[in-house]
């Protein structure tokens, strides 16, 4: 599973690289826009063994900066990278009739680097179809729990009592996202609403056979709101 993440993660940097290179044989463009962003992230974790979670929103916001560097056909293509602050974790599920209630929080600052792909007019104001993909690397910053003031851990019906009190381990996340949405080109600025999802491929708790867990990684579903002005057209 590890080496074929790796060979996954490698093979969306070889795209993120690619497409742009490739494009510069057709329609030159030098479009380079910085902006801001945010939104907020449906989180969850895949655990294995596995625990019952339920709707968990934490928010996000970073900057942006995108090159578009060619229009192949009818397609502009390019570069988008950010630096974001994103809070992911889990909410539990639990319903073993003790009323307890436990959720955890992890901070993490994201690099995403992605394939930027747009659909829609060459010149002046209007709407554009835009697709997103690439690799995303994270650190954890810190986390935090939090849970009921009466607790009975011991009497989940599930046996998993493992994460609770055991803080991650490691603290590098490696994955890919992917998102698409709508740009609106104004005179003010460009306005770029999108729905993302990530997928880790890794683990922030250890995952040998002698560890409790031998998945523990994140996932979202995200809405962003982005703002950019372009430097450059």
């Not at 497409?19 to 463009?29: E, F, G």
């Not at 729905?195 to 002698?210: I, M, V």
Request: glycine share 10%; hydrophobic share 35%.
């Amino acid at each position: 599973m590890k080496k074929q993440s790796i060979i996954a993660l490698l093979s969306f940097l070889c795209l993120s690289a690619g497409i742009p290179v490739h494009a510069q044989l057709q329609d030159p463009r030098h479009n380079l826009a910085i902006g801001i962003n945010g939104g907020v992230n449906l989180s969850s974790v895949s655990f294995e063994p596995s625990i019952k979670e339920k709707t968990f929103l934490t928010p996000s916001f970073g900057v942006t900066i995108r090159y578009i560097s060619e229009r192949y056909l009818k397609m502009f293509c390019g570069i988008q990278a950010e630096i974001n602050y994103s809070q992911r974790g889990w909410k539990e599920n639990i319903d073993d009739g003790t009323g307890d209630t436990y959720q955890r929080s992890m901070n993490y600052v994201e690099v995403p680097l992605m394939a930027h792909l747009a659909f829609g007019k060459d010149k002046g104001y209007g709407a554009r179809f835009v697709l997103n993909l690439g690799p995303q690397i994270g650190y954890l910053l810190g986390e935090s729990e939090k849970k009921s003031e009466t607790w009975h851990p011991n009497e989940r019906p599930s046996g998993v009592i493992w994460q609770y009190g055991k803080m991650a381990e490691v603290k590098f996340d490696y994955g890919i996202v992917g998102g698409a949405g709508i740009e609106a080109r104004t005179g003010i600025g460009n306005f770029l609403l999108e729905a993302r999802y990530y997928f880790g491929l890794s683990d922030f708790y250890h995952s040998t056979k002698k560890d409790p867990f031998s998945r523990s990684a994140h996932s979202y579903i995200a809405g962003r709101l982005t703002y950019l002005f372009d430097l450059k057209k």
